[in-house]
């Protein structure tokens, strides 16, 4: 097979690759989604430069490799821009004019060398060194976004891109140093070039396997979590308060239910922005008043549920009134007297007759609605009387089903 129809066929694989990554396009919901387009791009450029390189060589025209060599840049420098936004940095037009600067230097070098001295190997030997430098900055991007998981396939991606740098070095320093040798071994010099391209194209499949892993870790993320404040939703609190439950007897374990108080009217008097705002704040807030063993989970609109291992009452009401303290020193700094929010929570322990989880959270939810009856902006634990006066003249049934609003 000669070298432009093993060019040619790299080619339409390389497009037909491209396509794919098109057509399969990743969710926005991750980095490496939003940058497939700009990687399957760089697939369909860069083995385009080298047909075009081919050409130049077959026809003996050297404007053809001159474009070859300048399109091969563009590829490179499209795989460092979708890497870019792959690791989540922020691509500004002056970041991405830094990015193609290398490619066009090599462009207008080349032309200037064809123009005034067309033997010039320098030419060649500074494609190779620009592409040395590209290769290890897309392996560093690569290494730079590690602690987010998916190691084997981020190691891949900057393993490939590690040996195309390699090989271009090489070959850089070996057209600067003894052009004439070079010249003498025309399958090794097409050896090291088509190295060069297929190596980047070669981590195309890690770069996809990448966006999946990441996407699929976004969706167990959005499953079980919280969009708004980051806690563990009601479905992920249920779960993992059930081990903790099953693992409290015969131990400790402590139950607090949260309500910010007069919510719906912070959302009406401030609207729903506000409110998301103030809601995130209060879950940040009770969140530092907790230890790293503590279960804290926002179970729906301004209710949150905790679970404290191995708390017994007191312990429930020393946390339970730091989160009220807390809350309310911190929305006493507000300029907006209708922003300065405070919370209830009402506390219960864990009880031999306790059978599930269910009864726990329960007498926990019944002790709420005596703090809220009482006046809000309190604690109520369940070893308190269930029949409380709340205010002169009334009585409140805390084993009745209705809430206060």
Request: a positive charge; charged letters at 20%; glycine letters at 8%.
């Amino acid at each position: 097979m000669n070298e432009l129809a093993y060019s040619l066929i790299l080619f339409v694989l390389a497009l037909g690759m491209a396509v794919t990554l098109l057509g399969a396009r990743q969710s926005p919901l991750v980095p490496f989604g939003l940058a497939m387009p700009q990687w399957a791009a760089a697939v369909a450029v860069t083995p385009l430069g080298l047909v075009l390189m081919t050409l130049g060589r077959t026809l003996n025209e050297p404007w053809f490799l001159l474009l070859g060599k300048g399109t091969i840049a563009a590829g490179y420098a499209l795989f460092v821009g979708a890497l870019i936004r792959a690791v989540g940095m922020r691509c500004s037009r002056r970041l991405r004019l830094l990015v193609f600067s290398p490619a066009l230097v090599v462009l207008l070098a080349s032309a200037t060398y064809l123009v005034i001295e067309p033997d010039q190997p320098l030419r060649t030997g500074l494609l190779s060194l620009v592409l040395c430098g590209y290769s290890f900055a897309a392996a560093a991007l690569a290494l730079s976004d590690l602690h987010r998981g998916s190691r084997f396939t981020l190691m891949m991606l900057a393993g490939g891109f590690g040996l195309a740098g390699l090989v271009q070095l090489i070959r850089g320093i070996w057209l600067a140093g003894d052009p004439a040798s070079y010249v003498t071994y025309p399958l090794l010099e097409r050896a090291l070039l088509s190295i060069g391209v297929l190596a980047p194209l070669g981590t195309t499949v890690a770069f996809a396997l990448t966006a999946s892993n990441r996407l699929q870790a976004e969706f167990a993320h959005l499953a079980h979590r919280d969009e708004l404040t980051g806690l563990p939703n009601r479905r992920a609190f249920l779960r993992q308060a059930q081990r903790l439950f099953s693992a409290a007897r015969p131990h400790r374990l402590a139950a607090l239910v949260i309500d910010i108080d007069h919510f719906k009217q912070v959302n009406d008097r401030l609207g729903h922005p506000e409110g998301d705002r103030i809601l995130a704040r209060v879950a940040g807030t009770l969140a530092s008043c907790i230890d790293p063993g503590d279960l804290l989970a926002r179970v729906g609109g301004e209710e949150f549920y905790c679970l404290l291992p191995g708390a017994d009452l007191r312990e429930a009401e020393r946390v339970a009134e730091a989160m009220r303290q807390k809350c309310e020193a911190t929305f006493a700094e507000e300029k907006r007297s209708e922003a300065r929010v405070t919370v209830s929570v009402g506390a219960a322990v864990y009880r031999d007759f306790d059978e599930h989880l269910n009864a726990l959270i329960e007498r926990a939810d019944r002790a709420l609605l005596a703090a809220k009856a009482l006046g809000r902006n309190r604690v109520v634990t369940d070893a308190q009387p269930l029949r409380t006066t709340a205010v002169p003249g009334k009585i409140v049934d805390l084993r009745q089903s209705s809430r206060p609003s």
